[in-house]
């Protein structure tokens, strides 16, 4: 039998490139200068940090000096909130995000209430959709940030960044600011700031094949911002920290990679996930899909096995080999409902039946047959054993 673990759980995160390894191994080894130092070896590591800057800026359409590292996509979402919140203050104190932001961002804005911001949480639709009438209607005078993620981390749902952009910026003001958290959307979606119309924009290395423990935040540099890490003034003094160029150096390699393969990669998921899930709507009863199959990304799929307890099934498919998770990695010890699902009107008793598969760039049709012999033999193991009938 075929032991091979099949994983399918890439919105947490995903296995690092080959080739990205190979571009960390000298900043690992030889390359260990401080960035700071004056000298010879320290002076390379600078100059790999600014090469990988200006890579990056390249790829999405900004500037180079727009580009500040961060030790995560957490970190960069909290440097955008807590950073621009304070720093514009004195124009504003309300902050417009919508219900299923990331905890990344939705926990800063429960900071940021006790500090004296007004935060207006935008219901969305049963696909998860921000609704634009509803924002337009939400924005007023103090209005100084608003943050709609790119791409849900839990439904795969893919909001109308482009429209938002355009709908704060219809009347030519520079406020609200736009932020978009975009670690998810990396990999398959234009990941271009001026295509997109955002002022900021979020994006984590562990999402896109990089090391994990690296991220960044693009910000448009007429805005200020403070930073919440102060010390010896590294990224202009946004994150201060002597910085991990061998994380920088894999993140921009990673990148690069992703955006090369992007064009193929997004078709390819598409049609993989859509043979996937119509195999489990066929061959397992009472079986819902959580979102939209068509406003969302390729790779995800977000579904409801009535009758089946979602974390007993996540461990069960785990022990024949098949991770896969209940939503986010980031909540997967909160055995509370996905707050997600109950945004879009999941049921509770449904939302507890919930598993998200995501797919991948190593993900094969093979791997989903066999990922449904094991999925049909759990539920029917789980259901045995469920108080719930299934019709």
Do not use: W
């Not at 996509?73 to 104190?93: I, P």
């Not at 946004?238 to 193929?264: C, D, Q, Y």
């Amino acid at each position: 039998m075929d032991k091979r673990q099949i994983y399918l759980d890439n919105a947490s995160t995903t296995p690092i490139d080959p080739a990205v390894l190979t571009a960390m191994l000298p900043y690992l080894k030889e390359g260990y200068g401080n960035p700071s130092s004056l000298y010879g070896l320290g002076r390379s590591s600078k100059y790999a940090i600014e090469q990988s800057r200006q890579k990056i800026a390249e790829i999405i359409g900004a500037d180079r000096e727009e580009i500040v590292f961060t030790g995560s996509g957490t970190e960069a979402d909290n440097l955008a909130l807590f950073g621009l919140a304070r720093a514009h203050k004195e124009k504003g104190r309300h902050i417009i995000v919508s219900t299923i932001e990331h905890k990344a961002i939705l926990e800063p804005c429960k900071r940021l209430e006790k500090e004296g911001f007004e935060v207006t949480y935008l219901a969305v639709d049963k696909k998860g959709l921000v609704s634009l009438e509803e924002l337009r209607a939400s924005l007023r005078p103090d209005t100084i940030l608003v943050s709609i993620m790119y791409a849900n981390n839990e439904i795969g749902t893919i909001e109308p960044i482009k429209k938002i952009a355009q709908l704060l910026k219809k009347d030519g003001s520079i406020y609200p600011i736009f932020h978009s958290d975009a670690c998810q959307a990396a990999n398959t979606q234009s990941i271009d700031v001026k295509e997109l119309g955002v002022d900021a924009l979020t994006l984590s290395s562990s999402k896109i094949y990089g090391p994990k423990g690296i991220g960044f935040l693009y910000l448009n540099k007429k805005y200020a911002i403070e930073p919440m890490i102060v010390g010896g003034g590294q990224e202009r003094g946004l994150r201060s920290g002597t910085e991990n160029v061998a994380l920088i150096a894999g993140m921009a390699k990673a990148l690069e990679i992703t955006e090369k393969k992007k064009k193929l990669e997004g078709p390819r998921l598409l049609q993989l996930r859509d043979y996937f899930l119509a195999r489990i709507k066929k061959e397992i009863k009472s079986v819902s899909i959580n979102g939209d199959t068509k406003v969302r990304l390729p790779n995800n799929i977000n579904i409801s096995i009535k009758g089946v307890e979602g974390e007993a099934l996540v461990l069960l498919l785990d022990e024949q080999g098949v991770c896969c998770s209940t939503g986010s990695a980031c909540s997967s010890m909160d055995l509370t409902p996905s707050y997600v699902l109950t945004s879009i009107g999941v049921p509770l008793e449904l939302a507890h039946c919930s598993v998200r598969f995501t797919l991948g760039r190593h993900t094969t049709k093979k791997d989903t047959d066999k990922t449904m012999k094991i999925l049909i033999k759990a539920v029917e193991t789980l259901r045995k054993i469920s108080s719930i009938k299934c019709s």
